[in-house]
């Protein structure tokens, strides 16, 4: 059987018994990529359909595991040769597929310790915040000729602001000569 890695295209062959029918998770020797190796269909084979019926209950046979991948290659299986790049062997995968796919959702689920998530929204808010102050500075008589309620806060607001400018300008100036 030949094997062929998604990634770099490395090949391998491997004894037809090395990868059973519900597939073997392998790693390419060259780029160290994973996949889920499965055995070639015969697809010109022909498929005899027997009518429905109820077969007796013979009994239990549990199935034999083929060898384990790495045994088989250790044992003398050959790689094709590639023209392009070297290969290596392949090596079984150390986790199940179970696991690897736990691991991957487990990974991206995991809240991120840089929180850079979380500084992105900070920035955004303080930006917004900002924004809507010089807005209403700006804009305050319009404002207040829309919600009246609100002409005494903003006169208020517009004071403290001039006169944040006005100690600015001081201190850059009085600082300057």
């Not at 030949?2 to 790693?27: H, I, K, M, N």
């Not at 022909?46 to 250790?74: D, H, N, Q």
């Not at 929180?115 to 917004?128: C, D, E, K």
Request: charged letters at 20%.
């Amino acid at each position: 059987m030949r094997l062929t890695c998604p990634a770099c295209d490395a090949a391998y062959e491997v004894p037809d018994g090395a990868v059973l029918e519900g597939g073997r998770w392998v790693r390419c020797g060259a780029c160290k990529a994973e996949w889920l190796a499965r055995p070639a269909i015969d697809h010109s084979a022909s498929v005899t359909v027997a009518p429905a019926e109820t077969p007796e209950p013979t009994g239990f046979e549990p199935a034999r595991p083929g060898p384990s991948l790495g045994a088989t290659l250790a044992s003398g299986a050959q790689k094709s040769p590639t023209p392009e790049r070297p290969t290596a062997p392949l090596q079984p995968s150390p986790q199940p597929a179970d696991a690897q796919l736990a691991a991957s959702f487990a990974d991206d689920a995991a809240p991120s310790s840089g929180g850079s998530a979380r500084a992105m929204a900070l920035i955004a808010l303080v930006t917004f915040a900002a924004l809507a102050a010089v807005i209403a500075y700006v804009r305050n008589e319009a404002i207040a000729d829309a919600a009246p309620a609100l002409r005494e806060p903003l006169a208020q607001y517009v004071d403290w602001v001039d006169g944040m400018r006005a100690a600015i300008r001081e201190a850059v100036q009085g600082g300057g000569t």
